[in-house]
Antibody
Framework: EVHLVESGGGLVQPGRSLRLSCAAS????????MGWVRQAAGKGLEWISF??????????EYAASVRGRFIISRDDSKGVAFLEMNSLRTEDTALYFC??????????WGQGTLVTVSS | QSALTQPASVSGSPGQSITISCTGT?????????VSWYQHHPAKAPKLIIY???KRPSGVPDRFSGSKSGNTASLTISGLQAEDEADYYC??????????FGTGTKVTVL
């Protein structure tokens, strides 16, 4: 069964950094692009970023709202995707979901990890 | 990239059909057949129900269907059931090699 499990969320002060992890299982991780989507409380879904597999050159793309602050990466040997979040702002507070790209849709989704940016 | 436009809410009685629209531009919805739809129940992970405009993943009931005309995609739920009450989001690939979600629609089963 395909499974995605996020970790690394928590409370962080504005301007600080946090790294999220997404552990994948049940499929050939290196063959798939991976990404992140977030949802602030009471708001809609927002696509954040994706990274393709090594065979496609590990292409990375970002939403304008996080470009230059967030960095997506992956470790295919361990089946883990990461989201390094820097210069965090209060508006980055959200539930962050890990996604597998299929290739132009998102399936499955993890359960999410909560990030709270507050002083 | 602006969010795709969806109605905030749609409601229907059990057994009825409802349609949710998703309006974008020629740089996203209108330019590619990469529109997908997601069902999101509170406190659960979103679930893919339609991909590539009108394809259903295995396990998704055939009462869910998708279509597209120009810059607007649509999700139709036929034979509405109580468990269909949830939030629904469209998503599209864009000309910037990114993705954009719709604003989301709350479906209420009366």
């Amino acid at each position: 069964e395909v499974h995605l499990v996020e970790s690394g969320g928590g409370l962080v002060q504005p301007g600080r950094s946090l790294r999220l992890s997404c552990a994948a299982s049940g499929f050939p991780f290196g063959d798939y692009a991976m990404g992140w989507v977030r949802q602030a409380a009471g708001k809609g879904l927002e696509w954040i970023s994706f990274i393709t597999g090594k065979v496609y050159g590990e292409t990375r793309e970002y939403a304008a709202s996080v470009r230059g602050r967030f960095i997506i990466s992956r470790d295919d040997s361990k089946g883990v995707a990461f989201l390094e979040m820097n210069s965090l702002r209060t508006e980055d507070t959200a539930l962050y979901f890990c996604i597998r790209l299929g290739p132009n849709w998102f399936d499955p989704w993890g359960q999410g990890t909560l990030v709270t940016v507050s002083s | 990239q602006s969010a795709l436009t969806q109605p905030a809410s749609v409601s229907g009685s059990p057994g009825q059909s409802i349609t949710i629209s998703c309006t974008g531009t020629s740089s996203d919805v209108g330019g590619y057949n990469y529109v997908s739809w997601y069902q999101h129940h509170p406190a659960k992970a979103p679930k893919l129900i339609i991909y590539e405009v009108n394809k259903r993943p295995s396990g998704v009931p055939d009462r869910f269907s998708g279509s597209k005309s120009g810059n607007t995609a649509s999700l139709t739920i036929s034979g509405l059931q109580a468990e269909d009450e949830a939030d629904y989001y469209c998503n599209s690939y864009t000309s910037s090699n990114t993705y954009v979600f719709g604003t989301g629609t709350k479906v209420t089963v009366l």
